[in-house]
């Protein structure tokens, strides 16, 4: 099992969809957590931290669920500048440090 | 500088050429990181950078992957005899804090790296 799981996607969704993207993590130890875009041919950009609470922020939602160990990002009323691959982060405290994984990401094509 | 710099931004050598891209990360910024990403691919892990501790290794293909970080800034990927496989984008990042825990990384637009 890979230490973080997205599903590649793509999805295809209309403007003004709601569009939900999960992703899994198998350690449990797992400390901190984060959404990240990428644009075709460009580098990631930081989206949004995600808390233990939840957070919001515009149009975007994202949410941690320790005890099934996964975290969610929500896309209200979607644009097309929403195309992107959405990739999640996850760090872990490790004897090392801190090891930081990447999902492969997530593709959303949002269509008129 | 107000972003992560890395050059070249394109670089094309032939095979069995040794090549070295350059990072210049956000000042201030501790940690530093190097990723290298595949045409369609998820990111790879290469070497981790924190403070003056010495850098996490482990991601690193081969021994002919190489890098250092002088004076806490710069930081220099070094690919001796370079094979068709290393074609890649490389991607430099750095964070505030300790493998960005609490405040994310910041990327560079990377180097595309083209080995013919």
């Known amino acids: 099992r890979k230490e973080v799981e997205q599903d590649p996607g793509p999805f295809n969704v209309p403007e003004g969809a709601t569009v939900a993207f999960n992703c899994t993590y198998s350690?449990?130890?797992?400390?901190?957590f984060f959404w990240y875009r990428q644009d075709c041919r460009k580098e990631p950009k930081l989206l949004m931290s995600v808390y233990s609470s939840g957070n919001e922020d515009g149009r975007f939602t994202a949410q941690l669920n320790r005890a099934s160990q996964y975290i969610s990002l929500l896309i209200r009323d979607s644009k097309l500048s929403d195309s992107a691959t959405y990739l999640c982060?996850?760090?872990?405290?490790?004897?090392?440090?801190?090891?930081?994984?990447f999902g492969a990401g997530t593709r959303l094509f949002v269509k008129a | 500088g107000a972003g992560v710099s890395q050059s070249p931004s394109n670089k094309v050598t032939e095979k069995g050429k040794d090549v070295e891209l350059r990072c210049d990360p956000i000042?201030?910024?501790?940690?530093l990181y190097w990723y290298r990403q595949s045409l369609g691919q998820g990111l790879e892990f290469l070497i981790y950078f924190q403070g003056n501790s010495a850098p996490d290794k482990s991601g690193l293909p081969s021994d002919r992957f190489s890098a250092e970080r002088t004076g806490g800034s710069v930081s220099t990927l070094t690919i001796q005899r370079t094979q068709q496989e290393d074609s890649a984008v490389y991607l430099c990042?750095?964070?505030?804090?300790?493998?960005?825990?609490?405040?994310?990384?910041?990327f560079g637009s990377g180097t595309r790296l083209t080995v013919v």
């Open positions: 000042s201030g910024h501790t940690a």
């Open positions: 990042a750095s964070s505030l804090d300790k493998a960005g825990t609490n405040y994310g990384y910041t």
């Open positions: 982060v996850v760090n872990t405290r490790n004897t090392g440090g801190f090891k930081t994984i």
């Open positions: 350690n449990s130890a797992s400390q901190s």
